[in-house]
């Protein structure tokens, strides 16, 4: 790796500690911890944590809570320039709305083998016939973002405490 990849390489793995600080916090609310920050010219312009429970709010994860609340900042609904740092491969939904956003590149840690967007399921980033095209990196601290994921759902099979999402519970029953 030459020295500008490297510090490339330090600075995703600076702003993903703030996704995970952002993640460590949707655990403490009993959401499965998934965190997200939006980030323009290395500044953080956005953050936001999995909150559907709470929120009773089916399109409240991470990504989107993240990527209103940079778009209300910058007085802007398109994004362009800015980096999406995110704890586990964005799903479906979060990746067509980055899409949208015009983000210029999303960094992730953890894939997600039962909804990532990225290649675990589908790669709707890799799909021509869409306009705009995001640059992805994935495995960013992914030990360290994987492992909040699947403590959390020892945690709660040790509590026999539920989600009160049918699919997040049978998830909590199984290995993530
Ligand atoms: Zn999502």
Redesign the pocket.
Known sequence: MNADADARALEDEFFMREAIYQAQAAACLGEVP?GAIVVCEKAIVGRGF?SPIGDQDP?A????VALRDAARRLGNYRLPGCELF?T?E??????G?LLHARIARVIYGARDPK?G?HGSVLDLFAEEKLNHHTRVVGGVLADACGRLLSDFFAERRAGGEKTGDPQEDKKAGEDV
Not at 90 to 95: D, G, I
């Open positions: 998934v999995n399109s994860h991470a990504e989107i995110v586990l964005p799903c479906a939904m979060c990746a709305a909804g967007a």
